[in-house]
């Protein structure tokens, strides 16, 4: 996902800490959080496809807002590309 984060780095800086909010964080990208929080119940199946970006705080709200649609369209094209390939397994 690194790859799809370079858009948004293009607005605002990466967070290249290893623990980021108390999660251990690899290359800007955290993969676990508490149950519930900010994802679906455990419950829930098939699994969601589910993204959650954060911004820092401190930088100008329009600087966050175009740092997120960056990385939403470029999280897209490639998503759009893996169902594409997907399909030929």
Known sequence: M????KAAEAFLPLD???LIDGFPARNSVV????PGVLRAPPIVR???????????KGHPAYLTEWAFVAALQSVLA??????????NL
């Open 2 to 5: 690194k790859f799809r984060l």
């Open 16 to 18: 290249k800490r290893a």
């Open 31 to 34: 993969r676990h959080s508490f």
């Open 46 to 56: 098939p699994r969601p496809f589910e993204i959650i970006l954060e911004a820092p």
């Open 78 to 87: 490639g998503y759009r590309k893996f169902i594409a390939y997907a399909q």
